[in-house]
């Protein structure tokens, strides 16, 4: 309970010391917007082009879309310490004086940075999903719903877990490693699509290595009435669990590279 | 005089950027992959819906683009730190104009960087069966016309980016406009979708776009999109924009020093 307090009462401080900077923090949003807004019309021109991919409808593909958009930036606003800034505080040290105080290291990390300016992308992709749902005409329930926010959380797990792979091989080798981006940004990329239209090793990847499939189309294809693969109902909340996996094992290989670091002095 | 002084700024930096293979590498695998899923998702669309272009001008579309990724979005970190700090006081100091040394250092970073990074991929392209990887020029004379457009467009996207780095200038700010910019270059010059995926209605005003002059215009002529015959005229858009940008940045940066604020103490 104390640490999600402190948790919140940095994030305040946080967001305070950025608004210190209004227009900066204006424009940075706007670009923010740009971008998202960019990807979004991408899918808006595919769709213009060829109006279906596979079986699925533009309504399912704006409903994907925003799915993967909203959970990889609420990600990147809430977990930025994770996402963007953990490589700094290795080159710089700033990792030892983390190591030193009474508290998780990961705990600390989190609290260290947030990114509010991803507010836009996130707009961005509940537009998405409301035009998605509509297009699409799903049924809400309450399973759905269920459904839907275990599907955001575990996807949200799922991300801050692959940054998190990042952060271990960083560690290591003190300088940020892209190869590990082509599975968290190639991630957020290829699955923005429903994933059963790739090749297979490119769906085993996002299976089974970075699992959006699991956590994201599943119960999205499902609680569009055209479940993945065919797979009965239960499988929904099972897989979703996938996310929890994956950060599981990432944490705890991260507590045991934690254990091998070395300070970069000074 | 002068231009031996440009050339040898150019010469340093082109070795500069050849000191980190091994960091180019992770990049190398990860804007494969990158490649590979958006091959796949073109395919998938093509299945449903086949278009009047050919599956193989898109998927050598997406391996170009990603190829010479590093050529649009590559920035010189040291400038915009440089701003920061105020260190660009001391490049004031230089008997050469801050606008060619900054060009000569840009070009060469841009150039080198692109290189290193795309001949290992284009490779790994040519590798790949047909209508998932590249596929060969459609005549030599267009490959001629590619390379030389190629060229035009290093120099292009090097005054679009002094001119980022101009504003910044003025503004302090290196992240906002520079990364609005970077982004607007990122969607207009056809890395998140090729250009000619867009809708046919808005070809015309997209291709005179600056940001299709970079790589789409050379693109164009490599996959025979654009016909030899149309080359001088590609080419002529491309050098006029290049021209055009290369003078707004000079203006930009000689009013920047006439109204110089040095920021630190």
Known sequence: MNTIKLYLHSMAILIKSQMQYPVSFLLQTIAQLIMEGGEFLAVLLIV???????????????FFFGMMSVSFYLTECFGRGVTGNFPMLVRTGQLDTMLLRPRGVLTQVLCSAIDPRRITCIAVGVLALILGSRMSMIQWTVWKVLAFAEALLMSMLLILGLFLIEAVFCIYSVKSVELVNALTYGGRSACQYPVDIYPRPLRAMFTMLA???????????WILGKPLYGWPTWTVFVCLLSGLVVFGVVYVLFGHALRHYRSTGS | MRTKAYASIFRMNWKLELQYRGAVLGGIICQLVFGLILVSLYRALYAGRPQVMPIETVSTYVWL?????????????????KIRTGDIAYDLVRPLSLYGYYYARILAQKSMGSLLRAVPMLVFALCLPRGWGIMAPVSPAAFACFLLGLMIGLCCVSALENITMGITMRTLDPKGIQAMLNLLMMILSGNVLPLTLYPDAWQKVITALPYAQLLDAPIRLYTGTRQVAEAPGALLLQ?????????????????NQRRLVIQGG
Do not use: E, N
Not at chain 1, 211 to 221: D, E, G, N, S
């Open chain 1, 211 to 221: 699992p959006f499939a699991m956590t994201l189309h599943v119960p999205a294809a």
């Open chain 2, 65 to 81: 683009q990603q190829a010479f990724f590093r050529m649009v979005l590559s920035s010189d970190s040291d400038l915009a730190g």
């Open chain 1, 48 to 62: 213009d082009r060829f109006d279906i991919l596979g079986r699925w409808m533009p309504g399912d593909l704006y």
């Open chain 2, 239 to 255: 050098a006029a924009w290049t021209v055009v940008l290369t003078g707004v940045g000079i203006a930009l940066w000689k009013s």
